[in-house]
């Protein structure tokens, strides 16, 4: 089984769809023994407001089957730099990034790999827009499950945040140089949408581990006062 997928910048009408995302992931991932998302941080009105500023500035993407929103991410290109300086890293901070967040993938899709495609195709696109050498990520800092996924796919511990007024403190990082391209089916494109094609699940493929649909990131550092 082949799925035919398309990727689309997500427009200001395609914020309902966002946050169907997000929900849905939000009541599964107790499920998973974890607290991830159980609250909205910093508080609901400035979470949404968050997700349309993403939106609003062309950063987050969907990927779509005809109808059916499969799966989101939204890629910045500019590090918060304070949850990414040089108190809390063990890397360089400074060296160009693409910094990944709210990667979603619904649960009729899990298993798929989607989400480390999506990581890879940021990587690449940040690499040849601006010579981004790393994809970060700040994961829910108890989310352990998800830390090892991660580091599965790639990703290596870089520094942690430890304030604890915010909950996504754990910090990885992947190098660009370390995604294939040949291993990739979403293509590099020019634009705002582009078509491809993904292998579907295997009969009796499971689809309960914990992977991107226990999101990265939580947004922008919402700074006290």
């Not at 990703?155 to 140089?177: H, I, M, T």
Request: one cysteine or more; glycine letters at 10%; proline letters at 6%.
């Amino acid at each position: 089984m082949t799925l035919n997928l398309r990727i689309v910048r997500a427009k200001d009408a395609d914020l309902p769809v966002v946050l169907g995302l997000i929900e849905d992931a939000r009541n599964w991932l107790p499920t998973k023994d974890t607290d991830q998302w159980a609250k909205p941080y910093p508080d609901l009105d400035r979470k949404i407001a968050r997700v349309q500023e993403s939106i609003e500035r062309g950063e987050t993407w969907i990927v779509w089957e005809g109808a059916t929103p499969v799966a989101t991410v939204t890629i910045k290109t500019e590090r918060d730099s304070v949850l990414w300086s040089d108190r809390t890293c063990v890397c360089n901070a400074a060296e160009p990034a693409v910094y990944v967040h709210r990667l979603i993938t619904a649960r009729k899709y899990s298993g798929l790999g989607l989400g480390s495609e999506l990581i890879g195709w940021a990587g690449l696109r940040g690499s040849r827009s601006y010579g981004a050498k790393w994809v970060r990520v700040d994961v829910w800092t108890t989310n352990l499950l998800l830390h090892k996924y991660y580091m599965g796919i790639g990703f290596a511990g870089c520094g942690e945040y430890d304030d604890r007024r915010y909950p996504s403190g754990a910090l990885f990082q992947k190098p660009v140089a370390a995604i294939e391209l040949e291993t990739l089916h979403i293509p590099q494109f020019a634009g705002f949408s582009a078509d491809f094609s993904l292998p579907g699940k295997r009969a009796g493929q499971a689809a309960g581990r914990l992977g991107p649909t226990a999101p990265a990131g939580s947004g922008r550092l919402a700074r006290p006062g």
